[in-house]
């Protein structure tokens, strides 16, 4: 039996489907659901190609484009509240307690921090699919969930891409 679900959202494909999982299994078991989004300003979509490129010909060129990154960023995390709030208002509407929060950092090492701290019994959190050089370079944060969180976590596989071969033989 869970009391406290943790639902980590990417804002992904899969995170509807993660979401409404999440609400069911909440339902199910009369448990409270806590709904998070962590922002990198590392990782994609967020990140821009200025911090790449840190020195530029000329300063007031880099200023200027700090400030339009500066006031997109505002925008997105606004947007991203408002998305947490409309999923938690429809959490809510079915008889689901559910609180929502956003963060800035490290996804893997917030939910675990989260779900410790508000003390979660279940970790809900997405998979991407990724495997081989891709996990390596872009990292898993479902992995690192698995590996450091305090208590139970359900991961939830999202759209991988089917390859078919043929195998015919002429």
Same mark, same amino acid.
């Not at 409270?32 to 590392?42: A, D, N, R």
């Not at 010909?57 to 997105?76: E, G, R, V």
């Given at each position: =039996?869970f009391h406290?679900?943790? $639902?980590a959202?990417? /804002?992904?494909?899969a995170?509807? #489907?993660?979401?409404?999982?999440?609400?069911f299994?909440?339902?199910a /078991?009369?448990?409270?659901?806590?709904?998070?989004h962590?922002?990198?300003?590392l990782?994609?979509?967020?990140i @821009?190609?200025?911090?790449?490129?840190?020195?530029t010909i000329?300063?007031?060129?880099?200023t200027?484009t700090? @400030?339009?990154y500066?006031?997109?960023?505002?925008?997105l995390?606004?947007?991203r509240?408002?998305? =947490? %709030?409309?999923?938690?208002?429809?959490?809510? @509407?079915?008889? $689901?307690?559910t609180?929502f929060?956003?963060?800035?950092?490290?996804?893997g090492?917030?939910? #675990?921090?989260?779900?410790?701290t508000?003390?979660a019994? *279940?970790?809900?959190v997405?998979?991407?699919? %990724?495997?081989?050089?891709?996990? $390596? *370079?872009l990292g898993?944060?479902? /992995?690192? $969930?698995l590996h450091?969180?305090?208590c139970?976590v359900?991961?939830?596989?999202?759209?991988?891409?089917?390859t078919?071969? /043929?195998n015919h033989?002429t």
């Amino acid at each position: =039996m869970f009391h406290k679900i943790l $639902v980590a959202l990417d /804002n992904s494909q899969a995170s509807e #489907c993660i979401f409404q999982e999440a609400s069911f299994l909440a339902k199910a /078991n009369d448990a409270e659901m806590m709904l998070l989004h962590v922002l990198s300003p590392l990782e994609d979509p967020y990140i @821009n190609p200025i911090f790449l490129q840190p020195e530029t010909i000329y300063p007031s060129l880099h200023t200027d484009t700090i @400030n339009q990154y500066m006031q997109a960023w505002d925008q997105l995390k606004q947007e991203r509240l408002d998305w =947490m %709030r409309s999923l938690a208002q429809t959490a809510l @509407n079915t008889g $689901v307690k559910t609180e929502f929060t956003q963060s800035i950092g490290d996804a893997g090492r917030i939910i #675990c921090e989260l779900a410790l701290t508000w003390e979660a019994d *279940l970790i809900i959190v997405g998979r991407r699919g %990724r495997s081989g050089i891709s996990e $390596v *370079l872009l990292g898993s944060v479902s /992995n690192y $969930v698995l590996h450091h969180a305090h208590c139970s976590v359900l991961t939830l596989q999202g759209l991988i891409p089917v390859t078919i071969q /043929n195998n015919h033989s002429t």
